[in-house]
């Protein structure tokens, strides 16, 4: 964190850690050795020669030349592994680095404009720590007065950052600290804004997808032309892809980002899809995806920074259930995994502090985990994960003498620390005696504070969140406009409070003291850092909860007892169906079967997630259970055509305006609330498409709302392909300021884009039909590249893949219909179409379908033209018509929309119901398994209190495949126990439970989205 003063500075030199000088030989005498073997030995001798362990075993004899350690009453364990950090990792914007957001204004780019993948953005596989790694970083000091003795290293900025290195924490030259590299490559998935490519987390994963095909075409093509380079062009040399192919080669770990479940699930498919050999960072959520991880073989890298309450949050801010639970439940994935089999090593994720570090530990010992778990994962499991288990991880004969003597383990909330040994040479002589003569502590600081320091440019507000122990270490962070730093070596003597705190600047680390003597609830002192000198006044704003923070929770929160398997049977119920079953009979009710005649008094049975049976006097199987339908309506699933929902990250890619190597399917958000909200009106599948920023955007995913299944579970099986395109205002950008500089900046250049876009695609079909031709005649070409971008564009001209484009104006509507009919492909929707009513032959003709709002107009230019009967007009000429929501809130109660077209112009109540039904499927082509009630169908079917097209009406249940997925009693039970469990999870009795107001597991929503989904800006017409 970089403090005022410490900015202030930057120019000072940091303080080097110095080495001390070692003689000749070490003894540890008469200690307990917990060798990380298994095998404790009391009473034991350790002999180090040459920073190696030269003997382990009592009863040893001592050279006389040694110095000599007493171990009586004290352990020696091996070193601590931080199994990933970027201790000593100098940053840089070197390489072919660019900058893609994060700081400035995320919708322009902050460096040179990439045009695509090819320009391989923040992506350098070449860079190891190992070759300029900052030896004097004062957090390698840090980490090993901790008990950390060694570290995996790697640089954290970009896509491909580099290499890692495994590296001793000692005080020597950079070089020297250099045990083994390269021990993995990593993946980081960082996402930024329009600025430049790639922005959105799709557009991340579709560009590592891309540089891992590159890497194996490059490596095909290495082979053939080593089998026969005669009379071929030579493969040049590539240093971004060659690092790749030959860490694939030598089996390295490949370290992706996986904290949550959806992370995993992409993390391991990425991992089988290129044959890495994975290991997931993060594994906060591991909880949940225990079968898959133990199934895929990956072990797991586990971050201690635990999920806490946010800082600085409104105090009447509300918790949602998951939040609470996951909260809970994360700290006892470790125990989880131990429990699997599944190997785990510990990183310090994004820690600052080693306190926070050993606090982390604590917690997941707290929620079940073993210390000799604990231990294997801090030493022995990553000494094996990277390769380096025959020389450091175990007190053994000839290992490197990675060592730490202490009272107990470090991480145990009593330890002290007397020495350390990295490669041979003891640190900490002395520090024990340094706090023997200490004052024991006379205030205790715990708290928050408010702090202010007079510098010369004026005075500078902080605040500090302190936390004291009975030996009066303090721990915590500060935090100011400039950022937020972690303490080290806090502690209170009498009434006197000092800590430090370092800050990485460009020219070195920067170190700053305080002291401060502490009187009541005020403190006055001064903060020190090189020459200068800065007065720091403060006062206490609140004191700590009662009892202590704990480890890693809130004080009310530690008081709260809760087990894991509660919160797990609650965690079904909140996300996942009613009733398992999905046999039975709906018997007596009005039946809307959209495709034929509606029955009244009619039953519709259902078997094995299919309807079996429709009609008046249907039969129904004995013993199968039945559903009174007396008085209520059933109908077909609601189908929303056009839906933003249950995406993680930006659902654009707005950097280029082409992004069709982008995929809805990649970042499907299983657990988004806005599915479970969305079967509470009815909806039962739906669309979910890329925005608008770009002439042609990424792929859809069609998706039914099977809630509680993973990302997976819920794609609709046989759906075709689609992917957006987006003509007018939107993705033309010309709208001063907004987005990248990017052409195109006029509707004629639009059109011009996606045709260019059809051009290239043809040939790059032509490549491929070529190869496969030479292949076909015996011969070993070398295969072209595959260009992720052009493929869906092939697939569109071959008709395998659906076209559904965002429009406005009648003039662009032709446009596009005309170049689909020069290109040869057939346009499957035009999305809002609100001029559709103008040119509804030609649509008709052409054989599009049109999927549009109900009443939205006027909310910019280009809608100024809308009517409300623009979908009854369509109709009438015979387009395949839908109504969408293209809104989180109005998806809810598309039905309603629906019945708008019977008062703006005069449909007949099936041709409403067709609208958000069996037209949607149509146009989707997935009308031969839903969208009407017939047999064989899917039972995706929703029952009614009230005709479905009446404004009073309600859902009552609403089930998909058969499953019951939404139950209107059931929610009201589901809602209580969530509440109930909440008030248990932070201490809130009867009389502080809130009355009835809306909490963030509510089914209903007051708020409609934002919005700024499908347009490339919030849409004024959102919020009506």
């Known amino acids: 964190m970089a403090l005022a003063a410490c900015a202030l500075l930057a120019a000072s030199p940091a303080l080097l850690a110095q080495t001390p000088e070692p003689p000749p030989f070490y003894a540890i005498t008469d200690v307990e050795v917990v060798t990380g073997t298994g095998e404790v030995l009391q009473g034991a001798t350790v002999l180090i020669a040459d920073g190696l362990i030269e003997a382990v075993g009592q009863g040893l004899e001592v050279p006389g030349d040694a110095r000599v350690y007493e171990g009586a009453g004290l352990k020696l364990y091996p070193g601590m592994v931080d199994a990933l950090t970027q201790i000593g990792v100098k940053s840089d914007n070197g390489g072919n680095q660019q900058s893609s957001g994060g700081g400035g204004n995320p919708f322009q780019p902050s460096g040179p404009q990439i045009r695509g993948p090819e320009d391989r953005p923040r992506t350098t596989p070449w860079k190891s720590p190992a070759d300029d790694l900052d030896a004097a970083a004062a957090a390698?000091?840090?980490?090993?007065?901790?008990?950390?003795?060694?570290?995996?290293?790697?640089?954290?900025?970009?896509?491909?950052?580099?290499?890692?290195?495994?590296?001793?924490?000692?005080?020597?030259?950079?070089?020297?600290?250099?045990?083994?590299?390269?021990?993995?490559?990593?993946?980081?998935?960082?996402?930024?804004?329009?600025?430049?490519?790639?922005?959105?987390?799709?557009?991340?994963?579709?560009?590592?997808?891309?540089?891992?095909?590159?890497?194996?075409?490059h490596a095909d093509a290495l082979a053939i032309y080593e089998r026969s380079p005669a009379g071929r062009q030579r493969p040049e040399y590539d240093r971004t892809l060659e690092p790749l192919i030959a860490a694939r080669e030598a089996a390295l770990p490949f370290l992706l980002p996986a904290v949550t479940g959806p992370q995993i699930d992409r993390a391991l498919a990425l991992g089988r899809r290129y044959e890495l050999r994975t290991v997931l960072v993060g594994a906060h959520q591991a909880y949940r995806r225990l079968d898959r991880i133990a199934?895929?073989?990956?072990?797991?890298?586990?971050?201690?920074?635990?999920?806490?309450?946010?800082?600085?949050?409104?105090?009447?801010?509300?918790?949602?259930?998951?939040?609470?639970?996951?909260?809970?439940?994360?700290?006892?994935?470790?125990r989880r995994l131990a429990e699997a089999g599944i190997p785990f090593a510990f990183t310090s994720g994004g820690l600052k502090n080693s306190g926070d570090v050993w606090k982390g530990v604590r917690a997941a010992i707290a929620a079940g985990l073993s210390e000799q778990a604990a231990l294997a994962a801090l030493t022995t499991t990553p000494a094996e994960l990277f390769g380096v288990a025959d020389r450091v991880g175990t007190i053994e004969k000839g290992k490197i003498a990675n060592l730490v003597l202490a009272t107990a383990a470090p991480w145990a909330e009593?330890?002290?620390?007397?020495?350390?040994?990295?490669?041979?040479?003891?640190?900490?002589?002395?520090?024990?005696?340094?706090?023997?003569?200490?004052?024991?502590?006379?205030?205790?600081?715990?708290?928050?504070?408010?702090?202010?320091?007079?510098?010369?440019?004026?005075?500078?507000?902080?605040?500090?969140?302190?936390?004291?122990?009975?030996?009066?270490?303090?721990?915590?962070?500060?935090?100011?406009?400039?950022?937020e730093t972690t303490l080290k070596d806090g502690r209170v003597a009498a009434n006197v409070l000092t800590f430090e705190v370092s800050q990485e600047t460009p020219r070195g680390t920067m170190d700053a003291s305080y002291r401060a003597e502490v009187e009541g609830e005020s403190l006055e002192g001064t903060l020190s850092a090189g020459p200068m000198s800065f007065e720091v006044a403060g006062a206490r704003t609140s004191a700590a909860p009662a009892g202590g923070a704990g480890d890693g929770e809130s004080g009310d929160e530690a008081e709260v007892e809760v087990a894991d398997s509660e919160l797990e049977e609650l965690w079904r119920l909140y996300q996942g169906p009613v009733d398992e079953g999905d046999d039975f009979a709906i018997v007596g009710a009005t039946v809307h079967t959209v495709s034929g005649e509606t029955i009244e008094n009619g039953t519709v049975v259902v078997q094995g997630g299919e309807i079996r049976a429709v009609g008046r006097g249907a039969r129904v199987p004995g013993g199968l259970r039945t559903i009174d339908g007396a008085g209520l309506h059933l109908i077909p699933g609601i189908i929303d055509a056009h839906s933003h929902i249950a995406v993680e990250g930006s659902v654009n890619e707005g950097s280029l305006n082409v992004t069709s190597m982008v995929g809805i399917e990649d970042v499907v958000d299983p657990d988004d609330i806005s599915i479970y909200r969305a079967l509470a009106g009815g909806v039962t599948a739906i669309n979910i498409l890329h925005g608008s920023a770009n002439p042609i955007g990424g792929k859809n995913a069609v998706i039914k709302l099977r809630w509680g299944q993973d990302a997976d579970g819920l794609f609709f099986a046989g759906a075709p392909p689609g992917i957006k395109f987006a003509l007018g205002e939107n993705p033309k950008r010309s709208r001063g300021g907004f987005g990248p500089g990017r052409y195109p900046a006029t509707r004629m250049c639009v059109i011009d884009v996606i045709r260019q876009a059809f051009v290239d695609a043809k040939a790059y079909q032509k490549e491929w039909r070529d190869y496969e031709a030479a292949r076909a005649a015996g011969r070993e070409p070398i295969p072209p590249r595959r260009d992720f971008e052009l493929e869906p564009l092939v697939e569109i001209l071959e008709g395998e893949r659906l076209v559904h484009a965002h429009c406005y104006r009648a003039d662009e509507i032709l446009q596009l219909i005309r170049l689909a009919d020069e290109m040869g492909f057939q346009i499957a929707t035009l999305q809002h179409v609100l001029e559709g009513y103008k040119v509804a032959d030609e649509i008709a003709a052409h054989g599009a379908?049109?999927?549009?709002?109900?009443?939205?107009?006027?909310?910019?230019?280009?809608?100024?033209?809308?009517?409300?009967?623009?979908?009854?007009?369509?109709?009438?000429?015979?387009?395949?018509?839908?109504?969408?929501?293209?809104?989180?809130?109005?998806?809810?109660?598309?039905?309603?929309?629906?019945?708008?077209?019977?008062?703006?112009?005069?449909?007949?109540?099936?041709?409403?119901?067709?609208?958000?039904?069996?037209?949607?499927?149509?146009?989707?082509?997935?009308?031969?398994?839903?969208?009407?009630?017939?047999?064989?169908?899917?039972?995706?079917?929703?029952?009614?209190?009230?005709?479905?097209?009446?404004?009073?009406?309600?859902?009552?249940?609403?089930?998909?495949?058969?499953r019951l997925y939404f139950d209107l009693e059931a929610d009201r039970e589901r809602q209580q126990a969530i509440d109930a469990m909440k008030d248990r999870l932070v201490g809130r009795g009867e009389d502080e439970t809130g009355d009835g107001e809306q909490t963030p597991d509510a089914t209903p929503d007051a708020t409609p989205d934002p919005d700024a989904t499908d347009s490339a800006e919030p849409r004024q017409g959102a919020a009506r």
């Open 295 to 334: 199934a895929s073989g990956a072990p797991v890298i586990v971050s201690l920074e635990w999920p806490e309450e946010p800082k600085d949050r409104a105090p009447d801010a509300e918790d949602a259930f998951r939040d609470l639970a996951h909260r809970r439940l994360a700290p006892s994935t470790p």
């Open 140 to 217: 390698i000091e840090s980490w090993r007065e901790a008990g950390f003795t060694s570290a995996v290293v790697a640089p954290g900025d970009g896509f491909f950052p580099g290499q890692a290195a495994w590296i001793n924490l000692g005080g020597g030259e950079a070089d020297a600290l250099v045990v083994a590299t390269p021990i993995a490559q990593r993946i980081e998935f960082p996402t930024g804004g329009f600025g430049t490519y790639p922005g959105s987390l799709m557009g991340v994963l579709s560009y590592v997808r891309q540089v891992l095909e590159d890497a194996d075409h």
């Open 414 to 483: 009593d330890a002290e620390i007397h020495h350390v040994f990295v490669d041979g040479h003891p640190y900490g002589d002395g520090a024990e005696e340094e706090e023997e003569d200490a004052e024991p502590p006379s205030v205790d600081v715990s708290g928050t504070w408010t702090l202010t320091m007079t510098t010369p440019g004026g005075e500078v507000e902080m605040t500090a969140e302190l936390e004291q122990g009975e030996d009066g270490k303090v721990t915590g962070e500060i935090r100011s406009e400039r950022g």
């Open 849 to 962: 379908g049109a999927s549009t709002f109900s009443d939205w107009w006027g909310y910019k230019v280009e809608a100024y033209d809308a009517i409300p009967h623009n979908a009854a007009l369509m109709t009438e000429r015979g387009v395949l018509v839908s109504i969408n929501s293209d809104s989180g809130e109005e998806m809810r109660h598309l039905n309603h929309e629906a019945a708008k077209t019977i008062r703006w112009g005069g449909l007949s109540e099936r041709e409403a119901l067709a609208l958000v039904t069996l037209n949607p499927a149509r146009q989707l082509r997935i009308d031969d398994r839903v969208g009407s009630i017939e047999v064989g169908k899917d039972a995706d079917l929703v029952l009614y209190r009230g005709h479905p097209l009446d404004a009073s009406s309600v859902v009552l249940k609403t089930f998909v495949d058969g």
